[in-house]
């Protein structure tokens, strides 16, 4: 038998699942991996959230809090959102089913720890890595436009076969 708490715990993932990134509508906070965790008090009236933002600066954060805190106030009389900061989010953190999410989208997911130009696996700190392949075309025929793209944690790239602008989301 699945205790209340635990029952409520899942409610308030399923529920999460269903909230969208305001920036990229297409994957959930979930999908993202930003939702760290989720703890439900005892007397299941209370939820605490923590969630990481893609980056420390993320100017969507607090649209993300908000869209939490009214999804969950349908489940629950409390809803406690905490910002933390600490482990940094990663990329790798992103579900498998969001990355297929961000290519259905038109955006190159990060392939991993990112690929270099030089076919490396394992990326130095400052360097954001390259998309496998273009999101439309499937092509690995692709040039950087600009190291900044719709959002701070996307790049600009085009394919040369297709010609087809895209974003890429960096590996943080």
């Not at 993202?32 to 954060?61: E, F, H, M, N, W």
């Not at 908000?66 to 600490?86: F, G, N």
């Amino acid at each position: 038998m699945v205790s209340a708490a635990v029952a409520t715990t899942a409610n308030a993932w399923q529920i999460l699942a269903g909230v969208a990134d305001p920036e990229i509508p297409v994957v959930s906070v979930v999908d993202l991996g930003i939702v760290r965790a989720v703890k439900v008090s005892d007397d299941q009236r209370r939820v605490v959230v923590t969630l990481t933002p893609t980056y420390s600066g993320c100017p969507a954060t607090e649209v993300i809090a908000h869209d939490v805190r009214e999804a969950l106030t349908t489940a629950y009389d409390e809803v406690v959102i905490d910002v933390q900061l600490s482990p940094a989010w990663t990329t790798e953190w992103l579900s498998a089913g969001g990355r297929e999410k961000l290519r259905g989208f038109g955006i190159a997911p990060p392939n991993g720890r990112g690929v270099t130009a030089d076919g490396r696996k394992s990326l130095p700190i400052l360097e954001i890595g390259r998309p496998e392949r273009c999101p439309s075309c499937g092509s690995t025929q692709l040039d950087e436009l600009s190291r900044f793209g719709s959002t701070p944690c996307k790049s600009l790239w085009r394919c040369e076969d297709c010609r087809e602008p895209f974003d890429y989301f960096k590996v943080h």
